[in-house]
Structures are given as structure tokens and as C-alpha cells.
């Protein structure tokens, strides 16, 4: 299992680094949307197994949030799209609901997974539109990956005290601390390599931060995965599980990158 996850990550890297660097704001949009459709696929593929229509119709509804940012580029469509998710969710569960057991939790699962996904995958997608944009892309890429993987090996090394045993069983407080150390590591290699126009004390504390929101965002998808009596979301990627599985930090610590960014204008410059 950790040789396929290693060799998983290796084969993808060059790819991802490749298209972001040559790629442009269109293949950027494109990838988001990409990963988010399969990521709403295996949300409702775990939540309705094996119902075809609520599954695309799952889909479409969170696509619409991402689709409408990345082509008016503004966030208030962002919220236009969330409208959307909640109005035609509410049509199908009312047309829907004596085929579910609890229809009013059915509605609250379908309106999750389209507003979480569709809008979190919106705000990262608009992150490359930023000045810097690129740039901020590979940052939050490297701290985010950074502090997945610092937990990963710190807790297999020497984790003990489980971080929410409720949840997740392999995630432990040692970990944690471990991912936060190599956030700020990731930091410090972003400024190094291509982030030294910026303050590097602002940029450490971001990192951290976006490492803390990230371990939150896996256990969001942990939390889904558990209710819906699955330990991955999918099998696509050998060693990884699913999509989902994947990009789980992201799917938070992007939005939060983005409104950080939004709200301070960038203003991340030395001196």
C-alpha cells in the first residue's frame, strides 16, 4: 500500500506541476472542474449507491457553483450558485421523497455535497485569477501536501494520542503537530524557490494556518465517508483510494487562501 501511494504521487507530479506552470488560467479551470465532477461523484456514490439520476443531478447542481465563478470570474455568482444548489434540491426532494427513508436528510446530504464541493472548488479556481495567482496555487499545493504528508510519516513514526478516535483512528495529535512543522517547512521552500518578493514572516503563519484548516477539511471527508459506512471514496487512485480522498484538505484550506488573499489584497510584500 505505501509503495502504490508513493508511486501514485510520482506519476502525477509532473503532470500537475507541467500544467500549472504551462497551462494557463484555462487548464487550471478545467482541471478544478474536472476534480470537483468526480469528487461529487464519489460523494453521491457513497451517499446514493447505484441511483444513476440523483447521482448526475448531485453533480450538475454543484458543478454550477465553479462553472459560474471560473466564467464571470466574481464571487457573488459563488453565491448565485449556492441559491441554485438549495432551489432545485428542494424540487427534487419534494418530487423525491417517498423513495427515501428520511427525505429531509436525504435534502440535507444532497445540498451538503453540492455547496461544499461546488463552493470550495469555486474559490480555488478563482485564486488563479489573482495577481500572483499561479504562484498562490503551487504555495497552497505545497504547504497543503506538505502538511499531509508530515502527518502521515510523523504519526506512523511516533503518533500516540489519537487526534478524534471518533472519526478518523489513524489520525494522532503527534501527527498534527508534525504536519503544522512541515507547512512551515513548505513555507519556507516557497519563499526560497519562488515566493522571496514576499515576507517570509507572514507567509510562515499562513502556512501554518492553512495546515490547520487542512486537517480539519480531512476530517470533514472522514466524517462523510464514516456516516456513510465507507473507508474510501473510491478506488481510482492505487495507494490513495478516491479523488475525494485526495483533495479533501484542499477542498478547505483553498477557500480559506482565497479569503485571506481577498481580504488583505495580498498584501504579502516585504517591507
Known amino acids: 500500500m505505501h509503495r502504490q501511494r508513493v508511486l501514485t504521487a510520482l506519476s502525477l507530479l509532473p503532470v500537475l506541476v507541467s500544467g500549472l506552470t504551462w497551462g494557463g488560467e484555462a487548464f487550471f479551470s478545467a482541471l478544478i472542474v474536472i476534480v470537483a465532477a468526480l469528487c461529487l461523484y464519489e460523494y453521491y456514490e457513497m451517499a446514493f449507491p447505484g441511483r444513476l439520476v440523483l447521482i448526475a443531478l448531485g453533480i450538475l447542481?454543484?458543478?454550477?457553483?465553479?462553472?459560474?465563478?471560473?466564467?464571470?470570474?466574481?464571487?457573488?455568482?459563488?453565491?448565485?450558485?449556492?441559491?441554485?444548489?438549495?432551489?432545485?434540491?428542494?424540487l427534487l426532494a419534494i418530487f423525491t421523497y417517498s423513495s427515501h427513508k428520511n427525505p429531509f436528510f436525504a435534502f440535507l446530504i444532497l445540498v451538503f455535497g453540492a455547496s461544499y464541493i461546488g463552493m470550495c472548488s469555486g474559490l480555488i479556481a478563482l485564486i488563479?485569477?489573482?495577481?500572483?495567482?499561479?504562484?498562490?496555487?503551487?504555495?497552497?499545493?505545497?504547504?497543503?501536501?506538505?502538511?499531509?504528508?508530515?502527518?502521515?510519516?510523523?504519526?506512523?513514526?511516533?503518533?500516540?494520542?489519537?487526534?478524534?478516535?471518533?472519526?478518523?483512528?489513524?489520525?494522532?495529535?503527534?501527527?498534527?503537530?508534525?504536519?503544522?512543522?512541515?507547512?512551515?517547512?513548505?513555507?519556507?521552500?516557497?519563499?526560497?524557490?519562488?515566493?522571496?518578493?514576499?515576507?517570509?514572516r507572514l507567509l510562515v503563519p499562513l502556512a501554518i494556518l492553512l495546515a490547520l484548516v487542512s486537517q480539519a477539511g480531512d476530517l470533514v471527508e472522514s466524517m462523510a465517508k464514516r456516516s456513510f459506512g465507507f473507508k474510501d471514496s473510491g478506488r481510482i487512485l492505487p495507494g490513495h483510494g478516491g479523488i475525494f480522498d485526495r483533495v479533501d484538505a484542499l477542498l478547505l484550506a483553498g477557500p480559506v487562501l482565497f479569503w485571506v488573499l481577498y481580504f488583505s489584497e495580498g498584501n504579502f510584500y516585504l517591507g
Not at 465553479?66 to 428542494?90: C, D, K, T
Not at 510523523?154 to 503537530?177: D, M, N
Open 61 to 90: 447542481q454543484g458543478l454550477s457553483i465553479p462553472v459560474l465563478a471560473i466564467y464571470f470570474q466574481q464571487e457573488i455568482y459563488l453565491l448565485f450558485g449556492v441559491f441554485l444548489v438549495f432551489f432545485f434540491s428542494s
Open 128 to 200: 488563479r485569477f489573482m495577481p500572483y495567482g499561479r504562484l498562490w496555487i503551487f504555495f497552497l499545493l505545497i504547504v497543503v501536501f506538505a502538511a499531509d504528508t508530515g502527518a502521515y510519516y510523523i504519526g506512523r513514526a511516533i503518533g500516540r494520542r489519537k487526534l478524534c478516535p471518533a472519526i478518523s483512528k489513524g489520525k494522532t495529535v503527534e501527527g498534527a503537530a508534525g504536519g503544522l512543522f512541515f507547512s512551515a517547512m513548505g513555507a519556507f521552500f516557497s519563499w526560497a524557490i519562488f515566493f522571496n518578493f514576499f515576507d517570509l
